[in-house]
């Protein structure tokens, strides 16, 4: 099985403040790799698909990038609302499988 | 739009089974595949299971296999989730999320099971 590591497992940023989120996959998973943030209390939200794609009404100060085995997430000015905790996820297709990674909670400094 | 609201709270005493439905709304169902994810208080997330709701194929976690099914109906546009033999970590919020190939675009507001003598 495919196992998912990120670092860091939190973090304590100024607003404002660029942050970033590594995420590595135990085997190469080309750019089947997705990212969410849940707020407390709420389901989980796709922000990007496949590495890099920002999903549509998602703020552009969000991005990803990375393929093969290694990938980043980065908020490039924290703002208040961005307080939440990140996964990653991968995707398996033989057969079908999803991966999440532990997570990396975000607070404001 | 498109909509996934799933059932209500539950608790159960261990040992017991329990049933969460997801019913989905503003798409084709068959069109979407359905999966489920957990995350018991405090933890992350964890993948449960998956179910096409076109051909009903499954997948399940391996430490799930033996004690979760699921079942579509596709006359109403539902997946339920049940596990059994429940202990006390099982206690979660299990929700339910539409695979849009490689991800999941949307998602249920969750369900609360919590295993309690």
């Known amino acids: 099985d495919i196992q998912m590591t990120q670092s860091p497992s939190s973090l304590s940023a100024s607003v404002g403040d660029r942050v970033t989120i590594t995420c590595q996959a135990s085997?190469?998973?080309?750019?089947?790799l997705n990212w969410y943030q849940q707020k407390p209390g709420k389901a989980p939200k796709l922000l990007i698909s496949?590495?890099?794609n920002l999903k549509t009404g998602v703020p552009l100060r969000f991005s990803g990038s990375g393929s093969g085995t290694d990938f980043t997430f980065t908020i490039s000015s924290l703002q208040p609302e961005d307080i939440a905790t990140y996964y990653c996820?991968?995707?398996?297709?033989?057969?079908?499988?999803?991966?999440f990674g532990p997570g990396t909670k975000v607070d404001i400094k | 739009q498109v909509q996934l609201v799933q059932s209500g709270a539950e608790v159960k005493r261990p040992g017991a089974s329990v049933k969460v439905s997801c019913k989905t709304s503003?798409?084709?169902?068959?069109?979407?595949?359905i999966s489920w994810v957990r995350q018991a208080p405090g933890r992350g997330l964890e993948w449960m299971a998956y179910?096409?709701?076109?051909?009903?194929?499954?997948n399940f976690a391996q430490k799930l296999q033996d004690r979760l099914s699921m079942t579509t109906d596709t006359s109403t546009s539902t997946a339920y989730m049940e596990l059994r033999s429940l202990t006390s970590d099982d206690t979660a919020v299990y929700y339910c999320?539409?695979?849009?190939?490689?991800?999941?675009?949307?998602w249920g507001q969750g369900a609360l099971v919590t295993v309690s003598s």
């Open positions: 999320a539409r695979v849009a190939g490689r991800e999941f675009d949307y």
């Open positions: 996820q991968q995707f398996d297709n033989l057969p079908v499988k999803f991966t």
């Open positions: 179910i096409s709701t076109y051909n009903g194929n499954t």
């Open positions: 496949d590495a890099s």
């Open positions: 503003g798409y084709t169902f068959t069109n979407y595949d």
């Open positions: 085997q190469d998973i080309s750019n089947f």
